[in-house]
């Protein structure tokens, strides 16, 4: 950890590409320095965090002048560049790899194991973890029905890509996901949600989050809206009523039944 480098600003990418040319194609020492790369929103994000910890330090050391919170948006190790600096609750941030593992259940045996970078969710490597492992069953004529894992996997495109496998996934739903909206329930077969005073909310465009995750909009009619005796709670400071839900919402529903089920 104490020899994490700074990556360089991407302003700075062409500047640096121009001078060192040369150097690289005629050395097999010099390597190109590795520049930022992450979104403008997720920078702004870090440097807000970054901010908040020095107003209310808490953590042991937060106060003095050197300290700094180390990122893998800006920071690289220069003699291990696959390893990603990662953080759990109550441990120290550290430079690692990370590990899946999947293993039968019935017989415990270990059906495969791959390591990627650290910097990324458990659900962001499911799909091909589970690839990997039904191939590699069915070749030896085995049917993968069922799969087990932590809500540290739930994600809606998750659960979409099992059922497109056939796969049905025993992963419980994260957390944060909220089944009913209370006093708005949902029509399937029209796929709008009906307010307290009886109105549509009516779906109305796809939209997707800075980080790609895939949203569904649906609006009250403003004329509905603005006639509401209850607009002053409800809707405040917007023309209409708006829901938004995750696209994969019919898919999470399955799996919360599954969760609950007996």
């Known amino acids: 950890m ?5 990556k360089q600003p991407q302003e700075t990418e062409q500047v640096h590409l121009a001078t060192t040319l040369h150097d690289v194609q005629h050395s097999k020492n010099i390597k190109p320095l590795p520049f930022i790369t992450a979104p403008a929103h997720q920078l702004r994000k870090l440097e807000k965090h970054q901010q908040n910890l020095k107003s209310a330090p808490t953590a042991l050391g937060a106060n003095h002048e050197k300290a700094q919170l180390v990122s893998n948006k800006r920071h690289y190790a220069p003699h291990d560049p696959d390893a990603r600096i990662s953080v759990k ?8 790899y990370h590990c899946s593992m999947a293993v039968d259940t019935a017989m415990g045996v270990n059906s495969h194991i791959q390591a990627d970078y650290a910097d990324g969710r458990d659900s962001q490597y499911l799909s091909n973890l589970t690839g990997q ?3 590699r069953l069915l070749t030896n004529g085995l049917l ?6 932590d809500a540290g996997y739930s994600n809606g495109s998750n659960y979409y890509f099992l ?3 056939g796969i049905t996934a025993w992963i419980p ?17 029209a796929d709008q949600f009906n307010c307290p005073m009886g109105k549509p909310l009516q779906f109305k465009s796809f939209d997707h ?13 403003p ?16 023309r209409c009523r708006k829901i938004t839900r995750t696209a994969y919402d019919e898919q999470y529903q399955r799996a919360f039944a599954r969760q609950h089920s007996k």
């Open 2 to 6: 104490e020899s994490l480098l700074l």
């Open 89 to 96: 609750t109550g441990k120290a941030r550290k430079l690692n």
């Open 133 to 135: 492992v039904q191939s």
């Open 144 to 149: 993968m029905l069922d799969l087990l894992a």
């Open 163 to 165: 059922e497109l496998r």
């Open 173 to 189: 739903v994260f957390g944060m996901y909220k089944p009913e909206i209370n006093g708005f329930p949902y029509d399937k077969k």
């Open 209 to 221: 989050t800075l980080d790609g995750r895939l949203l569904k909009h649906y609006w009250a009619a």
């Open 223 to 238: 004329s509905d809206c603005r006639q509401c005796p209850r607009k002053a709670t409800c809707a405040p400071k917007t």
